[in-house]
């Protein structure tokens, strides 16, 4: 247990002292920390591997890190149980350490993002997603989950026991109490044929629903200042795993989308005159290829250049028209972009504080590097993500509040109502659930 211990998340762009700082590694550990916290009249916050860049996680009262709850629990390949396969881990594993359990037993994800360093506890509250349109994202995966509340207990939710938690917790943004263990859908290990091609942006937002469509799990990168597009396309294969040299795995996914292109962006920090002719430079290089491989390895990629990220979900069928608008606004502004801009899609679902609540959603997501003055190109692009009802990713940076997001979400006020019935003193709430949740 520390006191005063300064905290800060992946993206460095988030810090908080919080008085009490502590890890559990079992259940009754996380009991114990809450009833401390709840006798001295703390709140108490949830921190898995910090990879949020919003202040989700952030406090000054106790901060309880769950990173040592990383067991598996239990796993049936065979589904014989539930009737599809399962496996049962501890709240704080990260994703990268799942994707290993679930391989070494023949399984996998059916889906998942691009970024493996979260706490799987942490991607499933804040509503973190793959890209494909028959898919959802994390949190629909989830069978059952055990949660700590607010008063101490210990409680098992999932579609019979305590159907009203389990429905709302599933993207929680850890207001509804700590979870513990979660038991998650997977499938039979499965391989992915990478396509990657070259695509013009005035093309590639013609033919969007058609690509979509064309793809189990398609995205993209538009690179601001230019017309160069990288079109992702994934799907599933018998094909066996096409093995590359060491060298260029390195190559293709360390140095070029690393240091390569980290060190253009240090140019472009240094010089912003530079940022267009740094981003057509990187467009030069934008190729085609094909690769098979396991899914998790396909899906995964290697982030070491650390960056503050804005993600937006709006209804599907507004993606080209706010791609568009956000190029006009880049222009007519002067803005130096000097990352790209990804594109990713994800099926509809009835999670009241998912961003695809009840509609099919296309996810468009922008980045600056850490250290970047971005607040006027985020807060441009969140004008136009509002004229769409846009939705943002709640682990990621915005500048929203409760007011405006109520009508935005069909389901907000039967959260807001469990939330008050699983913790009325608010001792899991800080500074940005107020904003976004609202105080009452």
């Not at 988030?14 to 079992?26: G, H, N, T």
Request: hydrophobic share 40%.
């Amino acid at each position: 247990m520390a006191h005063n211990y300064r905290w800060r998340n992946w993206g460095r762009n988030q810090s908080c002292r919080p008085q009490v700082y502590e890890s559990a590694r079992s259940e009754t550990e996380v009991i114990a920390a809450v009833n401390r916290a709840r006798g001295r009249g703390q709140k108490i916050k949830v921190v898995g591997s910090g990879h949020s860049f919003s202040a989700v996680a952030c406090t000054d009262h106790h901060m309880l890190s769950i990173a040592g709850l990383d067991r598996v629990v239990a796993a049936d390949a065979s589904g014989e149980l539930t009737g599809e396969p399962t496996i049962s881990v501890e709240a704080g594993i990260t994703i990268a350490q799942l994707n290993q359990e679930l391989a070494s037993r023949g399984l996998a994800l059916a889906n998942l993002g691009d970024i493996a360093y979260q706490s799987i506890s942490g991607a499933i509250s804040t509503g973190t997603h793959g890209t494909g349109a028959n898919f959802g994202g994390l949190s629909t995966f989830v069978r059952s989950m055990e949660m700590v509340t607010a008063n101490g207990e210990l409680v098992r939710c999932s579609p019979v026991e305590e159907p009203e938690l389990f429905h709302c917790a599933r993207v929680g943004l850890g207001s509804l109490g700590i979870i513990t263990q979660l038991t998650l859908a997977v499938t039979p290990a499965f391989n992915l044929a990478h396509k990657e091609r070259r695509g013009e942006f005035h093309e590639v937002v013609q033919n969007l629903n058609q690509t979509i469509s064309e793809n189990e799990h398609f995205e993209f990168y538009w690179l601001p200042h230019t017309e160069a597009c990288s079109l992702l396309m994934n799907n599933r294969t018998e094909d066996p795993v096409l093995p590359r040299s060491a060298y260029r795995q390195w190559r293709n996914e360390v140095f070029y989308p690393n240091y390569f292109f980290g060190a253009l962006v240090t140019a472009g920090k240094l010089v912003p005159p530079l940022v267009p002719d740094i981003a057509r430079l990187v467009a030069s290089t934008v190729g085609s290829g094909r690769r098979v491989d396991r899914s998790d390895q396909i899906f995964i990629s290697t982030r070491l250049l650390r960056f503050v990220e804005m993600e937006y979900a709006i209804p599907q069928e507004n993606v080209s028209e706010a791609l568009l608008a956000i190029r006009d606004f880049i222009d007519d502004e002067g803005l130096r972009v000097s990352f790209p801009i990804e594109v990713r899609f994800v099926a509809s679902d009835d999670i009241p504080l998912s961003m695809a609540s009840g509609r099919a959603s296309g996810f468009i997501a922008v980045h600056m590097a850490r250290g970047t003055q971005f607040d006027r190109y985020f807060h441009g692009v969140e004008a136009i993500m509002n004229k769409f009802s846009g939705r943002p990713h709640w682990g990621k940076m915005h500048y929203q509040t409760a007011t405006a997001l109520a009508p935005r979400y069909p389901q907000w006020e039967r959260f807001r109502a469990l939330r008050h019935q699983m913790d009325p003193e608010r001792y899991f709430s800080n500074d940005y659930l107020d904003r976004v949740l609202g105080e009452q």
